[in-house]
């Protein structure tokens, strides 16, 4: 079975600090981690993915298959970075359904 | 940029009706899905869809439930007879067009009330 963790409901950070998202996961293979953000009132969106290996909006994320996480990081946070965050698992690459996390409000403090 | 649609925003229904939530994907797209959110819990994968056949069911997806691609376009998630339970935020999402991305884009979702 396949399952995500986060284990933060709610994280306040002051503008200008670093962030850190915590991404857990279990899976017994070689999955596809992803991070969503939902800014309000809009859709969920893809944020990045593991493969990518890039960073979007200052964001970066590392795959430690060793600890099992997928913790998305920035260093210096800015307001438009209020947003549910949700992890993401796909079993494989391509195309499989997505196992998601509980999510992680991030509110930015001015 | 394409973008997924989802009618209606909004359904209200009474326990025991039939509801039809439907999407229309991203026109090059051959993946379709369908996921939910229960208020304050985590989004849930329903059904996947490929080839005009379901590809993979979860647990919660049981006869209750049916999909379907009726035309080239829409996407339709049916619920056969609504319990209180099915109240949630129904997503649909759609992958797999050209240039062979995976990535999964989200439509803005129904909320569904049954009363």
């Known amino acids: 079975a396949q399952r995500v963790t986060q284990p933060e409901k709610l994280l306040s950070v002051f503008k200008g600090a670093p962030v850190e998202l915590k991404c857990n996961y279990s899976?017994?293979?070689?999955?596809?981690l992803f991070w969503y953000v939902q800014y309000s009132r809009q859709r969920l969106q893809l944020l990045l993915r593991h493969i990518s290996r890039e960073s979007i909006k200052g964001f970066t994320a590392d795959l430690n298959k060793g600890e099992t996480s997928f913790h998305l990081k920035k260093p210096f946070a800015q307001e438009e970075d209020s947003a549910m965050y949700y992890c993401?698992?796909?079993?494989?690459?391509?195309?499989?359904?997505?196992?998601f996390g509980t999510g992680t409000r991030l509110t930015i403090i001015p | 940029e394409p973008e997924v649609t989802q009618t209606p925003s909004h359904q209200v229904t009474q326990m025991g009706q039939e509801v039809i939530l439907r999407c229309v994907p991203i026109s090059n797209h051959l993946y379709f899905y369908w996921y939910r959110q229960i208020l304050g819990q985590k989004v849930e994968f329903l059904v996947s869809f490929y080839n005009n056949e379901i590809s993979e069911k979860s647990e919660i997806f049981d006869d209750q439930f049916s999909v379907e691609r009726p035309d080239g376009s829409n996407f339709t998630l049916k619920i056969r007879s609504t319990k209180l339970e099915d109240s949630a935020m129904y997503f649909c999402a759609s992958s797999g067009g050209r240039g062979n991305t995976d990535t999964q884009y989200f439509g803005p979702g129904t909320r569904l009330t049954v009363l």
């Open positions: 899976y017994s293979g070689s999955p596809e």
């Open positions: 993401a698992l796909s079993p494989r690459f391509g195309n499989e359904k997505l196992t």
